[in-house]
């Protein structure tokens, strides 16, 4: 597994593998890839359409995926903000968004004036007043709005994926640095109405490790290997709201989609 990604899905702690999988992975930093481990590539006109690849896999897989951005836009919000000498720390950002209101506005994580270096405040709030939504009006509001937007992405991919495989997902394994995001992991849980299992962080380091004892005969199969992380590393697990997210469509409104 010699690219980082590849790696890092050999260490998702999942109890099943292959075709039949119930369960896709999300690799979550400052960006993110949403995927499923295949057998074989999909090729298809509609995987195409919505801009999926195929990459090599660890055992002859292929991971099915899309990449989204991910706390990249919470990063340079904080740039901003240390910037102008407000240097916040990331448990308070986290504080400051719980706080803030609810679903009041959503942007497109992968919309072209995000993905560089910028005022990102000022550009969240200007997309928003474009699109005819409430405008943030403090820190912690903007910083919600990228966390459920992200989340609400996460769900738009999701949906892909299953179109492309035939098959329900019914967990979402989320692995990195982006796990240890409780507040979006609980919204990523209630916007796509899954169960969400966190960890372990350094997933891609684990992974690598993994496939060098797998290639020593010290692990016999990627089977064992997830076995290996479940016991290893502390996973923490997210249920979805008992109510279905009700902000779906307005989030595709949001970014014309």
């Known amino acids: 597994a010699t690219h980082d990604t590849a790696s890092a899905v050999l260490a998702v702690p999942a109890a099943s593998s292959g075709g039949n999988a119930d369960w896709c992975y999300l690799s979550s930093g400052t960006w993110a890839l949403m995927g ?14 919505y801009n999926f690849t195929n990459e090599g896999g660890v055992g002859r897989t ?20 240390a ?4 240097a916040y720390r990331w448990d308070a950002l986290a504080k400051l968004a719980a706080e803030a209101p609810s679903a ?19 550009v969240i709030r200007t997309f928003c007043r474009r699109t005819g939504q409430p405008v943030p009006a403090d820190d912690g509001w903007v910083v919600r709005v990228c966390l459920e937007s992200i989340a609400m992405r996460s769900r738009q991919v999701l949906t892909m994926l299953e179109e492309l495989t035939g098959r329900r997902l019914a967990t979402i394994h989320v692995v990195g640095g982006g796990s240890q995001n409780r507040l979006l992991c609980q919204m990523t849980a209630d916007a796509c109405q899954r169960r969400v299992v966190t960890g372990p962080v350094e997933a891609t380091v684990i992974g690598n490790v993994l496939m060098q004892a797998m290639t020593d005969g010290q692990i016999g199969s990627i089977a064992e290997a997830r076995e290996v992380v479940g016991r290893s590393f502390p996973v923490e697990v997210y249920e979805p ?6 902000h779906f469509a307005r989030f595709l409104a949001a970014i014309g989609s």
């Open 104 to 122: 009041q506005a959503f942007i497109d994580p992968d919309a072209a004036e995000f993905s560089s270096p910028c005022d990102m405040p000022e």
């Open 83 to 86: 910037a102008a000498g407000n």
């Open 241 to 246: 709201s008992t109510q279905p997210s009700e």
């Open 36 to 49: 499923v481990e295949s057998p074989v590539p999909v090729l298809s006109p509609q995987a195409l359409r």
């Open 62 to 81: 292929t991971r099915l995926l899309k990449n989204i951005t991910g706390l990249w836009l919470v990063q340079e919000c904080r740039r901003t903000w």
